[in-house]
């Protein structure tokens, strides 16, 4: 019955070592989120801070959107089911349950109530009057289970609850906690570093690694869309397998050629996502490929869908109802060396060590990452589209639609050039513009549109545009619709044209001014220009540093969007002066620029060089930053 | 809300905070902490009358010739000339009594460093009340406060008054005695009739050189402590763990009843088995009607050998040790079988199927085990040994006494704690010497503590088990 | 088998014979300190009914044993305040506070015995040589012996602190209702420890007493040793053997029956170091 929200949260210890660094993330009701990565990923540190068991260093945790950094965490509405149960050993199954409604002082009759009623759910009525010790490992985590019911939370939080019990009752607690889960409608948090368990119960993971969140999402864009190597081999079994290799193009068909030289033709879906520097053959990768997509060919796999290869058997090893087939692709002839590619088998498969088989492996499913950042290349939301356009008078030609361009980059050369369009950079719905969509993906709450336009088709040299926007689908795959291009996002590198950078950040400090009826007011300076602290952002930062809030060197980040530009010699008291120093017009945008301290800030502005203006920044949209310890206040 | 002060702050704060430094806890009660404010300022109250009744005098006294050396207090007791027909003497003055101004002048001290301690803590919170005034948030009312002490700072409630105790009968007695050490308090300079003076490292000198006849006394005695200490403590240790393992055995029957037997041994309290085994030993000393203890006369009828026991050093050092081999075995034993039974067994199995005999397994896997459970133990047993007061004194008292080797009413058989014990009491009273052989009792305990536990390997960081 | 059979026995014939000697020459009938035989030549309850009529026993037992009690609650309390406080709670003063206590602890104890006797003085001045002085001298620094404890909380795993207090309980809560019933053992080896000392102590009580004439105040190790200094042997041997009876019994017993716990507390003292 609660959603948490977690803005920038961090752990450090001892002022250097951080435990988690920026942990974002909003969790809606009723979800049920799982936290895994190996030991020490800083997955419990981060559900004991949402418990309240460690002090949150430095960031906002919302329980049911109240700042809960400060309270206890009996006061946070939360419940807590530990690894090692935690129950008390010299109370009954009784007391243990009751334990926390005794401590709230809840009438006796209640309490009676209440314990019986969650025994029952789980099914330990029997045992109520028993000590933890003559209880079994799956009962004791009843209990556990059942003295987090009682209390009612908003919030489940569960840190490993499995991992001191056998295999086969932890498959059966998987079940029964998911069955909980649906039947309580609570939101549900669990930490653990099983994977299956992740796979299995969560409704969004959240991976995590050295304190980073690597990725968040469901379980099977996990999967399928991994962000980096690290995600990719820490979901699924048996793992992933990795082969070194470059990527090389030829016109519009792209390849991923192994150091063993096998090459796998991609698909074109695919190939257009990958970023043109990658695949200029030199550019090392890493190409992943899952056991689950990879069979022994028996003569039935297309070409065109299937990559067909041979490779020695190195090893068979049976799961019973499977077999797990380790070939090399290198030839090599010991397991465990690169190479290894594993591939599943029924069980009745008659294969053996030191034979040569042929392996089919699905081409749609190849994953790639670059070897060096080991960030998946394909995957997600490709960051910007590369296109050949011509400039010809004042109007920038893209396949068929023709774009006139806005008097902050009017006047440029005429010519063919090479444009990048970030995939926000494209506005769809309006504009002269006339594409198609062709395919629609949601990635990680985002709608990510193929959209092709002109005559487009496979031979054509034009490339796809992806669009994405946050939110809603508006589109379907067929549709037909008007697009924009928002000229303050693109780039040509020969007309040394660069986006607009709209992230704005100032220094400024925090002072207090004595008024006359002895109350203080409180204003960021930056450079001697005050502006009053609104009273959310105030008491977001007297809650998050109390008076020491005075002595930290805050830095303001906010986007143009969230600067209110006024022409004004008077401004609010919540406002800036500034005097305009250029005005950038890009056409659905037009953006002012000013001198703010040190640093220029843009905001959006119509008006002359040489105004003043009044510059409010929104409360929702600033973000305030420690420069010392690097860490988001506000 | 943290409370790290800056002085920056101290220095722009307004003139109620700046008040505070003067008068504790002004701030607090102005601005919502009336209690704590109050208790700050009797606090102060208390301290200035303290230091203006008494404590400014002895501190004066204590430091007047610290550096210098020189009388400790200002005037000694006199004889003022007049007759007191009552007593039938010439009236006393009263003077001062040093060593209740070396007591007083430790005791001061540590309250003035508490007084600091405490003011600077209140100045912090003054200064962080203004800054909470300022961005207008509340502090914690007395309520708060109590429920503070019992949840986030119950260490404090818990630690409070084991830490008075700890602090009045243990760290004050403890430093006033090591301030004794750099004086020449001792019989001839006896309180409250005389001053005694600072001597600076004198005493440690005289100890410590190898010349004087006290020095000579000092190293025989340390010699024999050590010698004693490190005896008592193996043959105990071993005798124990090989009585465990002997009791331990397959064979034995009535394992349980045997191991009652010996822990009986251990139950009965220490003075009463001492003492009467001392009289078991006692060689009569020519007293009516006898040939001495039980054992002596056992030993005179059995093997026609008078037992010098209180009479001759050697024969005295042998059986203090024989009977502290009484006393210990059972309790080592005590320990070792609990140490014994949780040895893996696994261990001793693949040692059999390698062909290892019971010696061989007992040098290779029960005696490196214990060892490694146990270093901690031997160290703490060790260092009591060289503190066992009780064997020594309560059996030979520390005698035979010789006057040509020993002074200072040392004897042969004496520990450094029971020569320091007749140098505090009795008629050899020497205060400084007892102080000076305390710290070096001290200072043996830690050398011989840090070298053993740096490289004991049984050194196991705490909270393993969290 | 045998043959370690009759070495153990024999071993436990030579360990358990003073003690039998102590119990035989309770009942011996001739006067004198020293007896020509192992068994009494008249066997005799007289030594018994003399120590409970004509001798201070009884005000030394009763002493003693009020002094036992008093310094073992104190002790006890101390010692788990301190030491939960130490295992527990990670406050800042901690190490050095446990450093400082490790410190002190290799002093010999006695060595301060007369600065703690001015300060009785001062503190209890018409009374300092009685049984509150002892009580104080035995219990005031109880806190330094807090390293067994501490040991068996560190056992105690964390979590149950951590789910109480998410089940809302504070800190004293905590300690009060959860980990203490928790700690039996410990409470009972802390219990059984600090009641004995008294009863054995000899050292602290011979300096605190040092010179009071009404040996009505002493403890029973006091007053019994008194009784075997060379003046007074020959009259009190036989005396002094049945109160030794009398004070063993009682605490033989108490610390056979809670063998158990004390070899815990030592073999886990020992082990954790």
């Known amino acids: 019955m609660a959603d948490l929200s977690l803005k920038h949260i961090y752990k450090v210890y001892d002022g250097e070592v951080k435990a988690v660094n920026d942990f974002c993330m909003d969790i809606k009701d009723k979800e049920f989120i799982v936290f895994v990565g190996p030991s020490g990923c800083g997955k419990s540190t981060t559900l004991r801070m949402i418990a309240g068991l460690e002090e949150i260093s430095a960031g906002e945790l919302r329980i049911d959107g109240e700042v809960v950094n400060d309270l206890e965490p009996k006061d946070r509405n939360i419940a807590m089911v530990f690894q090692n149960y935690a129950l008390y050993p010299h109370m009954t199954v009784y007391e243990n349950m009751a334990f926390a409604l005794k401590t709230a002082k809840v009438p006796k009759d209640i309490i009676k109530q209440k314990v019986t009623e969650a025994a029952e759910i789980l099914g330990i009525t029997q045992y109520l009057e028993r000590k933890p010790k003559a209880l079994s490992g799956g009962q004791r985590q009843r209990v556990a289970l059942g003295r987090a019911i009682v209390r009612n939370p908003k919030v489940f939080l569960l840190d490993e609850p499995l991992s001191n019990l056998d295999a086969k009752l932890r498959a059966a607690m998987r079940a029964e906690i998911s069955r909980l889960h649906e039947k309580l409608q609570t939101t549900f948090i669990y930490v653990t570093h099983d994977q299956t368990e992740a796979m299995t119960m969560g409704t969004r993971i959240v991976v995590m690694k050295d304190g980073f969140v690597q990725q968040i999402d469901t379980p099977r864009n996990l999967f399928r869309n991994p962000i980096n190597m690290f995600v990719a081999s820490f979901i699924g079994t048996p793992q992933i397998c990795f082969f070194d290799g470059v990527i090389y193009k030829e016109g519009r068909e792209i390849s991923y050629v192994l150091d063993c030289g096998i090459r796998i033709n991609v698909d074109f879906y695919i190939a257009d996502k990958i970023p043109e520097k990658y695949s200029d053959g030199k550019h090392r990768v890493a190409v992943g490929i899952r056991p689950d997509d990879v069979r022994i060919d028996d003569g039935k796999y297309k070409t065109d869908e299937w990559e067909i290869t041979e490779a020695p058997v190195v090893m068979v090893e049976s799961l019973g109802g499977e077999n797990l087939v380790y070939t090399n692709l290198y030839g090599k002839n010991s397991p465990g060396e690169d190479g290894t590619l594993v591939v599943k088998t029924g069980a009745d498969c008659e294969i053996h060590k030191g034979d040569i088989v042929k392996i089919a492996i699905n081409k749609r499913n190849i994953y790639v990452f670059d070897r060096e950042t080991e960030m998946n290349i394909i995957s997600g939301i490709p960051k910007e589209n590369i296109v050949d356009c011509e400039i010809v008078k004042g109007k920038m030609q893209l396949g068929n639609n023709s774009f006139n361009l806005p008097k902050a980059i009017y006047g440029i050369k005429d010519g063919k050039v090479k444009v990048r369009i970030p995939s926000d950079g494209v506005i769809l719905g309006e504009g002269s513009g006339k594409g198609k969509i062709a395919r629609v993906e949601i990635i990680d709450d985002k709608v990510l549109y193929r959209l092709e336009y002109g005559n487009y088709d496979k031979k054509d040299a034009l490339f796809p545009l992806f669009v994405y926007e946050d939110g809603n689908q508006c589109f379907d795959e067929g549709d037909n619709v008007n697009f924009d291009i928002d000229f303050s996002k693109i780039s040509i590198a020969e007309r040394n044209i660069t986006p607009l950078n709209t992230v704005n950040s100032v220094k400024c400090s925090i002072v207090k001014v004595r008024e006359k009826n002895r109350k203080y007011t409180f204003y960021f300076d930056i450079a001697g220009e005050l502006a009053e602290i609104e009273h959310v952002i105030r008491e977001k930062l007297f809650a998050a540093r109390g008076i020491e809030i005075f002595d930290t060197e805050p830095e303001l980040i906010f986007d143009a969007f969230a600067v209110a530009a006024e022409k004004s010699d008077n401004p609010s008291r919540y406002a800036f002066l500034a005097e305009i120093t250029e005005i950038l017009d890009y056409g659905r945008f037009c953006f002012g620029k000013a001198d703010l301290g040190e640093s220029s800030v843009v905001f959006p502005y119509s008006g002359n060089v040489g105004d003043t203006v009044s510059l409010k920044i929104s409360a929702e949209g600033v973000t305030v930053k420690d420069r010392k310890q690097d860490i988001i206040i506000v | 809300m943290k409370n790290n002060m800056k002085i920056k702050n101290l220095i722009k704060s307004n003139v109620l905070t700046k008040l505070s430094c003067l008068f504790m806890g002004i701030g607090h009660i102005f601005r919502g902490q009336t209690v704590r404010g109050i208790v700050y300022l009797l606090s102060e109250a208390v301290f200035v009358l303290y230091m203006i009744a008494f404590g400014g005098r002895y501190l004066a006294m204590f430091f007047q010739n610290f550096f210098t050396g020189g009388n400790v207090g200002f005037k000694e007791t006199y004889i003022s000339g007049e007759w007191d027909p009552n007593i039938g003497e010439y009236t006393k003055v009263p003077g001062d009594n040093s060593f209740h101004v070396v007591l007083y002048g430790i005791l001061t001290l540590f309250i003035i460093l508490f007084f600091v301690i405490t003011w600077w803590r209140s100045v912090k919170e003054s200064v962080t009340l203004e800054q909470l005034n300022i961005i207008g948030r509340k502090p914690r009312n007395f309520r708060g406060d109590v429920g503070h002490y019992l949840d986030a700072k119950f260490h404090t409630t818990l630690l409070s008054l084991p830490m008075i105790g700890l602090f009045l009968f243990t760290i004050v007695p403890l430093v006033t005695m090591i301030m004794i050490a750099f004086t020449n308090y001792d019989a001839n300079h006896e309180v409250p009739e005389r001053l005694f003076q600072w001597v600076g490292i004198q005493n440690f000198a005289d100890m410590l050189s190898g010349n004087s006849s006290l020095g000579k006394t000092f190293w025989r005695v340390l010699g024999w402590t050590m010698v004693w200490a490190t005896l008592a403590t193996f043959t105990s240790y071993f005798g124990g763990m090989l009585l465990a393992i002997f009791i331990n055995n397959k064979g034995i029957k009535f394992k349980k009843a045997y191991r009652t037997l010996f822990v009986a041994t251990i139950a009965v309290p220490q003075f009463v088995s001492l003492m009467i085994l001392s009289k078991m030993l006692d060689t009569g000393g020519g007293m009516p009607g006898s040939g001495g203890g039980i054992i002596t006369q056992f030993i005179e009828n059995v093997f026609n050998y008078h037992l010098q026991f209180g009479l001759d050093a050697t024969t005295t050092r042998v059986w203090i040790i024989i009977v502290n081999m009484w006393i210990g075995i059972p309790y080592s034993m005590l320990l070792c079988s609990g140490i014994l039974m949780n040895i893996p067994k696994d261990l001793y199995e693949s040692a059999r199927i390698d062909g290892a005999g019971p010696a061989r397994q007992f040098r290779k896997i029960t005696l490196p085990y214990m060892l490694f459970v146990t270093g901690p133990y031997l160290i703490t047993q060790f260092i009591g040994n060289i503190n066992n007061f009780n064997v020594i004194f309560l059996l030979s008292g520390g005698g035979p006494g010789d006057n040509i080797k020993y002074t200072n009413g040392a004897k042969s058989t004496d520990l450094l704690i029971t020569w320091l014990y007749k140098l505090s009491l009795g008629t050899d009273r020497n205060y400084k010497l007892a102080s000076v052989i305390g710290i070096l009792v001290f200072v043996i305990s830690a050398v011989f503590s840090l070298v053993v536990y740096n490289r004991s390997s049984a050194v196991q960081g705490e909270g393993n088990f969290q | ?273």
């Open chain 3, 1 to 273: 088998m045998k043959g370690r059979q009759l070495i153990l026995t024999c071993l436990a014939i030579l360990w358990i014979v003073p003690l039998f000697y102590l119990i035989i020459q309770s009942f011996r009938g001739e006067p004198g300190a020293w007896s020509p035989t192992f068994f009494p030549q008249q066997w005799t309850l007289d030594n018994y009914k003399r120590l409970f009529t004509e001798t201070n026993f009884p005000s030394w037992y009763r002493n003693t044993f009020i002094i036992a009690l008093v310094s073992c609650i104190i002790t006890t309390a101390f010692v788990l305040a301190v030491s939960y406080a130490f295992s527990r709670i990670k406050f800042k003063a901690r190490k050095p506070m446990m450093n400082i206590m490790l410190i002190l602890g290799m002093f010999p104890g006695f060595m301060s015995m007369s600065a703690v006797y001015f300060l009785l003085k001062i503190l209890l001045p018409n009374n300092y040589q009685s049984m509150a002085s002892l009580i104080i001298v035995y219990s005031a620094g109880a806190a330094l012996s807090y390293y067994v404890a501490k040991g068996f909380f560190d056992t105690v795993p964390n979590s149950l602190d951590e789910a109480a207090r998410i089940d809302g309980a504070g800190r004293a809560r905590i300690f009060f209702e959860i980990i203490l019933p928790l700690s039996k053992s410990i409470i009972i080896y802390t219990i059984l420890i600090s009641f004995i000392a008294p009863w054995c102590d000899f050292i602290f009580v011979s300096y605190i007493m040092s010179g009071v004439p009404d040996t009505s105040k002493y403890t029973v190790a006091l007053g019994m040793y008194r009784w075997l200094e060379r003046e007074s042997i020959q009259q009190y041997f036989t005396t002094f053997c049945a109160a030794a009876v009398v004070v063993a019994t009682p605490i033989t017993l108490l610390f056979m029956w809670l063998q158990k716990y004390y070899v815990e507390g030592v073999t886990g003292g020992a082990v954790k170091g």
